[in-house]
């Protein structure tokens, strides 16, 4: 019996979605993957090794260069080396007594204290729809904009978004969907 061992594709799956999402007037399109590949090397560990997410590091890194992508200020902030996570796998998979390592968790240092709930970078109000990889982005996005609503997962909400863009009496500046590339 004979076996083949085939190389990745170079192109990823999500790259049909992505270039055909960037035909789109006035859509911006930012993808932190390549991002978060080079940062990998230098920066230590941006998802947690026992989870599907981003870590603190890692979704900060996503954040500022969506922040550069957009050419608005972003939140300068430092990380330190943070306590033992476990992470969603460990749950998912019932595992007892699991080796976790602290090195994949980062805690923010906010450069002064209450600085993710000062006075905002941009004045611009934004809605966000994502999925569970938001969750990571909260504080960085509170601490960046003026107004942030979130309105729940694009799952359920892309199919009113116009719906609800159509009705609100104040329309936002900007709106952020969230999509993990797994998704896709």
């Given at each position: 019996?004979?076996?083949?061992?085939r190389?990745?594709?170079?192109?990823?799956?999500?790259?049909?979605?992505?270039?055909?999402?960037?035909t789109?007037?006035?859509?911006?399109?930012?993808?932190?993957s390549?991002?978060?590949?080079?940062?990998?090397?230098?920066?230590?560990?941006?998802?947690?090794?026992?989870?599907?997410?981003?870590?603190?590091?890692?979704?900060?890194?996503?954040?500022?260069?969506?922040?550069?992508?957009?050419?608005?200020?972003?939140?300068?902030?430092?990380?330190?080396?943070?306590e033992?996570?476990?992470?969603?796998?460990?749950?998912?998979?019932?595992?007892?007594?699991?080796?976790?390592?602290?090195?994949?968790?980062?805690?923010?240092?906010?450069?002064?204290?209450?600085?993710?709930?000062?006075?905002?970078?941009?004045?611009?109000?934004?809605w966000?729809?994502?999925?569970?990889?938001?969750?990571?982005?909260?504080?960085?996005?509170?601490?960046?904009?003026?107004?942030v609503?979130?309105?729940?997962?694009?799952?359920?909400?892309?199919?009113?978004?116009?719906?609800?863009?159509?009705?609100?009496?104040?329309k936002?500046?900007?709106?952020?969907?969230?999509?993990?590339?797994?998704?896709?």
């Open positions: 019996r004979r076996v083949l061992f190389s990745p594709s170079p192109i990823r799956y999500s790259a049909f979605f992505l270039d055909e999402l960037r789109i007037e006035r859509l911006t399109v930012y993808d932190p390549a991002d978060l590949l080079t940062a990998k090397n230098t920066e230590g560990l941006l998802y947690w090794r026992t989870d599907t997410h981003w870590n603190a590091k890692g979704a900060y890194l996503a954040y500022v260069g969506l922040m550069k992508h957009l050419s608005l200020p972003y939140v300068d902030l430092s990380f330190k080396q943070g033992v996570r476990p992470g969603d796998l460990i749950g998912i998979s019932k595992l007892k007594d699991f080796p976790i390592r602290p090195d994949d968790h980062w805690e923010v240092l906010w450069t002064k204290p209450g600085d993710s709930g000062s006075k905002a970078l941009v004045p611009l109000h934004i966000v729809v994502g999925d569970s990889f938001t969750e990571g982005l909260k504080d960085y996005l509170n601490a960046s904009f003026s107004q609503h979130y309105l729940g997962h694009w799952d359920q909400k892309l199919k009113t978004l116009p719906q609800e863009l159509e009705q609100a009496p104040k936002p500046d900007l709106i952020l969907v969230v999509r993990v590339e797994r998704s896709f």
